[in-house]
Nanobody, 118 residues
Framework: QVDPVESGGGLVQAGGSLRLSCAAS????????VVWYRQAPGKQRELVAT???????IAFDSVKGRFPISRGSAKNTVHLQMNNLKFEDTGVYYC????????????WGQGTQVTVSA
């Protein structure tokens, strides 16, 4: 399996919800924690939320209070529950490790497209 693999995106109206899943079986994700990133059209990739190796979660300002991150019941799975979606949440969502240089060496998955209609 190619790591990581993102799924769960789709088209949703503003105010709606989606749940994204990240399947990352490599030990490097277990050791480093997992971050969800997103890339809006024409913009750089940005941090969304992270869960550390110990389970500490951090949501970044733009999604704080709306996008809880959690580990799934399935081994090596991390979820991003996206609530009260806004038009500006539109983008391709990726998961990887917090260290961006390491993430580039690991490689990026296909991502999952989230489109929020106004």
């Amino acid at each position: 399996q190619v790591d990581p693999v993102e799924s769960g995106g789709g088209l949703v109206q503003a105010g709606g919800s989606l749940r994204l899943s990240c399947a990352a079986s490599s030990t490097v994700f277990h050791l480093n924690g997992v971050v969800w990133y997103r890339q809006a059209p024409g913009k750089q990739r940005e941090l969304v939320a992270t869960i550390t190796r110990r389970g500490t979660t951090i949501a970044f300002d733009s999604v704080k209070g709306r996008f809880p991150i959690s580990r799934g019941s399935a081994k090596n799975t991390v979820h991003l529950q996206m609530n009260n979606l806004k038009f500006e949440d539109t983008g391709v969502y990726y998961c990887n490790v917090p260290d961006y240089d390491l993430a580039n060496r690991i490689g990026w998955g296909q991502g999952t497209q989230v489109t929020v209609s106004a």
